[in-house]
């Protein structure tokens, strides 16, 4: 698939006004398209106020659920970074929150592909030599796989709360899928009916065979990378060869009565904030 | 199709996404979706994205919007308490500046039909809304079904009660993470009188009213004509239309429910009386 041209880049570019209608940069967040024209890719960038750092960080969110629950904390992630003197962009992958695409028709090697399209979105509108890329639950493990299959290139990888793997992550879905089915048949207390899915939806999104096979191949962490690794964490112990950050909020991602309550664990932003700080420039 | 990220607002503090058509028509009103609960504006199961998407493929702009202090969205600055109704407001006042459309539609889903209604009763701007799961009102017949139903469970301990006194964003305090109480957005259902008046208020300025009540309002709203019932005004009004779907749960949609639900509002959209296009 063609990325944008120049000009069109300019055309989806939401700092640059359109059509007569107001710009969409306020404060130092900065709405951008970017990505493949067919189906352009939505970012926020986020631009610290001072002097900025040398690296740059992406933020890969997690899916479908757990990216909602996420979407307002990782968006107080990136300012807490910005307070910090990061550059940080997040994104939406193809199909999901306000990409383009079809949510039926994703794939883990399309999202393999978004994230460098981001990567090289980060590095080109900041500027930056390096770059971090951080990822939350999925988005860890998508963002370990595009650094080791080398897609993107990157100094440093965050994972915060990473699944030991691919399998177990796929498995705790459907153990939660499970428990709110059955929930919801508790609560639908006239006439019974239960949740319907059809074979390719989980936990309300659409799981099609060309994410939900290759997601339960993914590796936990993996040691031939020779990237920083960073283990954000507050319930896993950290494997041997990562450095380890302990987080003092607990994530609560496997508890079916939070399926619907935002993540915003503030103070584990500023813990994980300071400590990207400290290690990286 | 093309969808444009806007600010707007008070020091540009709001955010929303402004979906436009291949070949946009000015006279035709534009959609606003505002946030359900404290998702952000792409809605539950990315209900809004679709729904948008599919008016555009149909010839309406529409913009989904967040919240002050949900999504992307900052708290307005000089906003002393939370009010939702002055965001929508913004965002009419921006697309009537850029002359996007003449007259608005407002969908809102659960917290989002709290929010279009107190928007509708205060901007004569606004020419339809579609209350998903808004207001629920009893009547002795819901009242005494549910009773009944109570009395003949079998497992009578877990007791709903028939409709709490307010219902709040998000829907359950006690599990949010890391969010503050002050920081849970309570809203109140007007009373009964407050409710008539205003439905007699949309009624004098000839709104276009759709009410769908699915099994998030199982609880509350007990049978088809509940509404009517309780205000037995709309029976007389042609510009209402109400749908009761209680096997639909939008909240953990399946896509065949997001496409029942994103079909209805379609159609009502698509029929909306070409009076209200023209203003």
């Known amino acids: 698939m063609p990325a944008l041209t120049r000009r069109q880049r300019r055309s989806y570019d939401c700092s640059t006004s359109r059509d007569g209608l107001p710009l969409a940069t306020f404060g130092m967040n900065t709405p951008l398209y970017f990505g493949p024209a067919a189906q352009p890719l939505f970012g926020m960038l986020h631009r610290p106020v001072g002097a900025m750092r040398r690296t740059g960080i992406l933020i890969c969110p997690s899916w479908g659920i757990e990216y909602q629950r996420a979407y307002r904390g990782l968006r107080q992630l990136a300012q807490t970074l910005n307070h910090n003197g990061f550059a940080a962009l997040r994104f ?77 992550y796929v498995s705790n879905l459907h153990y939660l899928q499970e428990e709110l089915r059955e929930k919801m048949r508790l609560q639908r207390q006239r006439r019974g009916a239960s949740l319907v899915q059809a074979p390719d939806e989980l936990l309300c999104y659409d799981w099609p065979p060309a994410l939900a096979r290759p997601t339960a191949e993914l590796a936990g962490l993996r040691e031939d990378i020779a990237n920083r690794h960073i283990f954000v964490s507050r319930d896993r112990p950290p494997p041997e060869r990562a450095q380890s950050l302990r987080l003092p909020d607990p994530s609560h991602w496997g508890d079916v009565e939070r399926l619907n309550s935002p993540w915003l664990p503030s103070a584990s932003f500023g813990v994980v904030a300071r400590q990207l700080a400290s290690v990286l420039p | 199709m093309n969808e444009q990220a806007l600010a707007f607002g008070e020091s540009g503090a709001l955010f929303g996404i402004l979906s436009l058509p291949e070949t946009h028509d000015p006279s035709r009103p534009t959609v606003l979706i505002p946030n359900t609960g404290v998702d952000h504006r792409i809605g539950p199961g990315r209900l809004h994205v679709e729904l948008a998407r599919a008016l555009a493929n149909s010839g309406y702009a529409s913009l989904r919007l967040d919240n002050a202090e949900l999504g992307d969205s900052e708290r307005v600055p000089g906003r002393a308490s939370v009010a939702y109704a002055p965001d929508l407001r913004s965002a009419m006042d921006m697309l009537d500046a850029q002359t996007v459309s003449s007259g608005y539609v407002i969908i809102g889903f659960n917290s989002g039909a709290h929010d279009a209604h107190q928007a509708a009763r205060i901007d004569p701007r606004i020419v339809g809304t579609a209350f998903i799961d808004g207001y629920c009102y009893s009547t002795r017949r819901s009242w005494l079904s549910s009773a009944l139903h109570q009395l003949t469970r079998v497992n009578r301990h877990a007791y709903i009660p028939l409709r709490p006194l307010s219902r709040f964003t998000p829907q359950s305090g006690s599990l949010l993470h890391g969010v503050r109480t002050e920081e849970i957005r309570y809203f109140r259902t007007p009373s009964r009188r407050q409710m008539q008046v205003d439905v007699i208020e949309f009624m004098r300025r000839e709104l276009s009213l759709l009410y769908v009540y699915t099994a998030q309002s199982e609880g509350s709203y007990i049978y088809a004509t509940q509404l009517l019932d309780a205000f037995p005004i709309l029976r007389t009004y042609p510009q209402v239309t109400l749908h009761h779907l209680p096997a639909l749960e939008y909240r953990y949609p399946c896509r065949a429910t997001r496409e029942t639900i994103i079909k209805l509002l379609l159609d009502w959209v698509l029929a909306l009386p070409m009076r209200a296009h023209s203003r």
Request: with cysteine; charged share 20%.
């Open chain 1, 92 to 168: 939406d992958y193809s199909g999901t929150g306000d990409s383009g695409g079809d949510s039926r028709l994703v794939s883990l090697e399309a999202w393999l592909e978004d994230t460098r399209y981001a990567a090289r979105e980060l590095r080109a509108t900041t500027g930056t030599e390096y770059l971090c890329v951080l990822g939350l639950r999925f988005g860890a493990l998508l963002a370990q796989q595009a650094v080791a299959t080398g897609t993107v290139l990157a100094d440093a990888i965050a994972l915060w709360d990473a699944p030991p793997t691919g399998a177990v």
